[in-house]
């Protein structure tokens, strides 16, 4: 009944869909007010039909109803509960499901956010995001249907796969997609924009917040994969350049051009049309993404099932949306032009010198990304793209985009003389080389690499101690009149400074040994004494476990820490899997774990001593953070709050003086 | 209107048609190295007890077609009926590799949906299936008479690889 339920209320959101990808859109041409009207309270029914539709999924996989095939095939009696929660994205066809239901809660939530925007454009906005619902509603209901039933039942499910069996992929998911789905929203507003042909200072505020907010979650999505991969695999890596890991930088990277080239649009109505185009790459890349690991065209270590139909359909799908939005840009947006006057040197010019390459930066991932598949389609073979390349493009075209990063916020607008843009650079300079030349040798060992990743960091950090104290001219009070989103740029751009120490650190300082050992015996791996002490069998719910137990130690004495580095195998599927135990610190990991069993007290330990490792996804939250800080900016409230009151004046009041803005 | 503003369209479409070649090609059917080798010898106990124990080589002579299947396994239960209808109408000789399964669940799941198998081989531990690289139930492998493997595929069998491929190399096999 539960799963019939489902089914249903699904196919109402698909009716409910069309209904909203058509009037809305409609009504803003015909300039029906009634019809326009209808976009709110359809887009928040939808959501409410789709959240029916997700719950009975979710409760199919609580009360273990194996007479549902998703859950028969990704579930177990048992499974703890909270996995059996997560199980419910866990499978291609509940992933789906959750792509639609984040998809109609954006929309829902714009409905909602959206008092002060003109009837005609909350229409717009709304009505292209019903027509990207309906097309993943028909997706899920022809080709991924979660509710399908098995008759006769499974006696039990066939568990979860164990590698999602782990808090870390139960925020995993949701997270991302909301980052991905996010981008939705800045895409119907540029497609908004280009129907109703108008571009101006507010359709680039109003997109601002909706971009910001999906970017943030789309930064701690990928963060959090990329933690889970570092733990949970076991062989201590934390970014493989994997397609499906490629999937959802590729529009972070957009995004985060977006993110710029909006300031700019909205500041100085400049790069209109530049800014529409990312905007529709943002998402174009999101459904390519999507496309891409939902299709199999790509070998991935994700290996989700795949299946042919599904992936022609979201590329017809694809094409649909991406060309049609396409195709109306090129119509419409020679009426936008490349408005703005700058000078060479200026933030705008910055500004476009960062959108560029991060443009490039998402183009060489994406070669990266496809050649394989291109080789193949000619005919030339089967290979396949490895770090090497990603890692040999990708730090040449970041490096100056770090090197921008710390001059634009100091730049002014429309013309920066050079003289005031050195003399405010010089410090910071001056200290990023030195911190290059003395920390590495202070670390022990001086490389080229680390020294040049140290001076970038350094240079993040020093231009916006330079930044921060620009804005305190006036005495240190002047810092608290600073916007919020000033301080969430500043906390952004720190962020980024953190990411390249951990980056660089683990690259140029970790250890890693792989032993043979047996009860009693001991490995040091720089300067840290790791002494096995056996392992014993531990039962888990769903699994039995080998623990071991490693005492570690400082070389010089000390504390004792008992790491307990676990192999389990799943009984289900027989799958064997690898728990790391790990020793977080300020300033890094130490992370065991645990190989083969050669014999009774014999195991093999692989052993990694890894600096500052944990700075990576330390970077990534407070990048995130930064996106969040900049979100709860006043300007976005005093306009509701202002609305609510009088909703005449608000306008002017909400656009703060040009000098004080952060971009 | 100018040219120009068409660029990222242009782009797109190129990605589109590449994307679409790309659908047409199988990129999981990594060709398999195991493709015109001997079909590695093993020796198991059947699922059906009183029987003696399966060895390839007692098929020699014989163009015959391995299944590694499972009860936990849905797609199985998906290609299943095909395997049933193809035993019936005796078009191949199907023996089945019970991989990692419950012995128990495994017969309930037969006498459910019907049993399409010659021989059923127990891999319980998943050692043969190691050696025959199988690394996702269901897999199908066709071998000839000579114990050489002519094709292995991936995933289940739908009535188009059925007719289309599988089929038509058995009939040629046989001569």
């Known amino acids: 009944m539960i799963p019939e339920l489902g089914h249903f209320a699904l196919i109402v959101a698909l009716f409910i869909g069309l209904a909203l990808a058509v009037l809305p859109i409609a009504g803003a041409a015909r300039d029906d007010a009634a019809w326009m009207g209808f976009a709110r309270p359809a887009a928040q029914a939808q959501f409410v039909f789709v959240a029916i539709g997700f719950f009975c999924l979710m409760a199919s996989f609580v009360n273990n109803d194996f007479s549902v095939i998703n859950v028969a095939s990704n579930s177990n009696s048992r499974l703890p509960l909270e996995y059996r929660i997560a199980a419910s994205w866990g499978s291609h066809e509940g992933s789906m499901l959750l792509w639609v239901f984040m998809l109609c809660g954006w929309a829902c939530a714009v409905s909602l956010l959206s008092k002060r925007l003109p009837l005609a454009m909350v229409a717009r906005v709304l009505g292209v995001m019903g027509f990207i619902s309906v097309g993943f509603l028909l997706f899920v209901l022809l080709t991924s249907n979660p509710f399908d039933r098995l008759l006769p039942p499974a006696m039990d499910g066939r568990d979860l796969n164990p590698l999602l069996q782990d808090p870390g992929m139960v925020f995993h998911p949701p997270l991302l997609y909301m980052g991905y789905v996010g981008f939705a929203v800045a895409f119907s507003f540029a497609v908004a924009a280009l129907l109703a042909g108008r571009f101006d200072a507010a359709w680039a505020r109003w997109s601002r917040p909706w971009t910001t907010a999906a970017w943030a979650f789309l930064t701690l999505g990928i963060a959090l994969g990329s933690w889970w991969a570092y733990y949970e695999l076991g062989w201590g890596g934390w970014w493989f350049w994997d397609p499906v890991e490629n999937a959802s930088f590729m529009p972070w990277l957009a995004g985060t051009a977006l993110i710029h080239s909006l300031a700019v649009a909205e500041k100085r109505g400049a790069f209109k049309a530049w800014t529409v185009l990312l905007a529709i790459a943002a998402f174009s890349l999101s459904l390519l993404g999507t496309f891409l690991v939902r299709s199999g065209v790509l070998t991935s270590v994700h290996a989700f099932a795949t299946d042919p139909t599904r992936g022609s359909f979201i590329l017809i799908f694809l094409a649909i949306v991406i060309g049609g939005s396409l195709t109306l840009f090129g119509w419409r947006a020679g009426s936008v032009g490349f408005a703005g006057r700058f000078d060479r040197i200026s933030r705008e010019s910055l500004l476009l010198g960062n959108n560029v390459l991060l443009v490039a930066a998402t183009g060489a991932v994406m070669l990266g990304t496809l050649y394989p598949l291109a080789l193949d389609a000619l005919g030339l073979g089967k290979i396949s793209v490895g770090a090497p390349y990603f890692e040999a493009v990708f730090v040449p075209l970041m490096a100056p985009v770090v090197l921008l990063m710390g001059v634009g916020p100091l730049a002014r607008w429309k013309q920066a003389p050079v003289g005031e843009l050195a003399a405010r650079l010089k410090w910071p300079a001056l200290a990023s080389v030195v911190a290059a030349v003395v920390l590495p040798l202070a670390a022990g060992r001086f490389s080229a690499m680390v020294a040049f990743g140290l001076l970038l960091a350094a240079w993040v950090f020093t231009t916006s101690v330079v930044v921060v104290l620009q804005r305190a001219r006036g005495g240190s009070d002047q810092l608290l009149k600073q916007s919020r989103s000033f301080w969430g740029m500043v906390l952004a751009h720190v962020g980024v400074g953190v990411f390249i120490v951990g980056v660089t650190m683990v690259r140029g300082y970790e250890t890693e040994r792989d032993v043979k050992v047996s009860t009693g015996d001991t490995v040091v791996v720089s300067g840290w004494r790791f002494t096995f002490k056996g392992a014993q069998e531990v039962q888990g719910p769903n699994y039995v476990a080998a623990r071991g137990i490693v005492e570690m130690q400082r070389e010089g004495g000390g504390e004792v820490t008992v790491l307990h580095p676990e192999k389990r195998v799943y009984k289900v599927q027989g799958m064997p899997m690898t728990e790391a135990a790990i020793d977080s610190g300020w300033l890094g990991d130490r992370y065991v774990s645990l190989g083969e069993m050669l014999d009774d007290k014999t195991w093999t330990l692989r052993v990694y001593v890894k600096p500052f490792v944990d700075w990576i996804w330390g970077g990534c939250f407070l990048m995130a953070l930064g996106g969040l800080l900049a979100l709860a900016d006043r300007r976005y409230r005093v306009d509701v709050k202002a609305m609510k009151t009088e909703p005449t004046p608000a306008t002017a009041s909400a656009v703060p003086p040009v000098e004080q803005v952060a971009t | ?175």
């Open chain 2, 1 to 175: 209107m100018k040219a120009r503003l068409f660029v990222p369209l242009a782009l797109f479409l190129l990605l589109a048609v590449l994307l679409a070649v790309g659908l047409t090609l199988k990129p999981r059917e990594v060709p398999s190295p195991f493709i015109g080798k001997p079909a590695p010898a093993f020796s198991l106990a059947q699922l059906k007890t009183g029987q003696p124990a399966f060895d390839p080589a007692q098929m020699r002579g014989q163009v015959w077609v391995l299944n590694v299947w499972a009860s936990w396994c849905a797609p199985c239960r998906e290609e299943h009926p095909l395997l049933v209808e193809a035993a019936r109408q005796k078009q191949v000789t199907i023996v089945g590799l019970n991989y990692k399964d419950d012995p128990r669940n495994a017969e309930e799941w037969l006498r459910k949906l019907g049993d399409p198998y010659q021989a059923i081989a127990v891999d319980r531990d998943g050692k043969v299936g190691i050696d025959y690289g199988v690394y996702g139930v269901p897999e199908t492998f066709v071998v000839d008479r000579e114990g050489i493997i002519r094709k292995k595929h991936i995933g289940p069998l739908t009535p188009e690889v059925w007719n289309q491929d599988v089929l038509p190399l058995i009939q040629k096999l046989k001569g």
